[in-house]
């Protein structure tokens, strides 16, 4: 009797222990990594991610959403243009962010437009940003309706009137120079801007508008390639030895910004107005007036952050200035950065006339001629924003081509 007992309660344990082992869940190896749950984005750069201009804003962009959202990392490919990588295009370039780990992927210059519409059409599965364009615009002129390509650009526009303005308040010959990277509908809107701006603040101060000189020289791309565009050494040297005291600049890089540092040593009065970058300035701050710059940093972490969260929509944004405050660097896409040479009546006219485009001032208001006298904008008829991203020749009283030719 009692054998038969002990066999059947060492059963009973045999059968528990047998399905506690079924349905206790096995304790981790060692071997066994945890699920890595970083977002890892990747950015195409037109040019050096420090190139002191519009690469490298993009790129502390992307060092502010790793500093401001967890769990996320950048990878990143540089000097993306035919001249530093003959025979790749964006799109291939871009094959090597995916093979890093990207999930996410932001082609941060406008003449990228057609590799990011390949990239995005052919990875359904990867979030594509343009930095500029208009492919996700239901509106605009080249809507794609590819489902994961986004849209996304400051309203520089804005900034690029602060120049103008600044350029106004300063010059003292009458005579302000634009230093422009190619011809196509952005840099025709930007450099339009910079002049209304001018216009404006120029003829506020007392001075006759027709007394206003502007010129655009076009060196052919965003920064100087040797022996491809015009050198905008050059350039700048030529504004600044024909008269021209203020050169603002359209392109990358701060060429402009050093040659009116040597033309000061020298002993011309001169100043000039780099772009894109916010410590630009420190290429040459007593004859920098200020710099209009990209913000890009709070645009993408808004999108990241959505794309962790699983609430990202597609679309395209145009993202003007924090007007409550224009340089904060949390909220602001566009900003100005006042220059040491910017004088302290100059930054009094200048805070003047933000505080009007804060209030609603709008310069894009008619009557406004194209640059061949044909009528854009009626009086008192406000530009929509077709007419302005996609305009089409400079405006009437600029100096400069309009289309390339």
Sequence with gaps: MQKRLWLIVSLLVIATMALTACTTPATPTATEAPVD??????????????DHGYSEAHFVGG????????????????????????????AQLAEELVAKGATVVIFNSDDMKDSAHEFAKAHPDIITIHASGDGAWKDGKDYQNIPNLSNVMGRMEYGKMMAGCAAA?????????????????????????AYLGAKYCWAKAGNDPAALKFKVTWIGFWFNIPGVTSDPTQVADDFYNSGFDVVISGIDTTEGLIEAGK???????????PYDYEKACQEGADVCLGVPYFNWGPAYAKYIKAIQA????????WLGPDWTNINNPDTSMVGFDKGAALSADASTALDSFIAELAGGLNLWTGPINLQDGTPLLADGVVASDLEVWYLPQLLEGMEGQSVSQ
């Excluded at 035919?82 to 295009?89: E, I, K, L, M």
């Excluded at 033309?263 to 107005?273: L, N, Q, R, S, Y």
């Excluded at 699983?310 to 944004?317: A, I, L, S, V």
């Design 169 to 193: 308040l300063t010059t003292k010959t009458g005579q302000i120079g634009y230093l422009g990277p190619l011809i196509n509908d952005e840099t025709r809107r930007l450099a339009s801007s």
């Design 310 to 317: 699983g609430t990202f929509t597609t679309g395209w944004e």
């Design 263 to 273: 033309m000061k040593a020298a002993g011309k009065e001169v100043w000039a107005i």
């Design 63 to 90: 060092q502010y959403v790793e500093a401001n959202v967890p769990n996320t990392k950048m990878v990143y490919v540089d000097k993306v243009n035919s001249a530093d990588r003959p025979g790749t295009t964006p």
């Design 37 to 50: 749950e970083t977002l890892t984005f990747g950015m195409l750069l037109v040019g050096p991610y420090n």
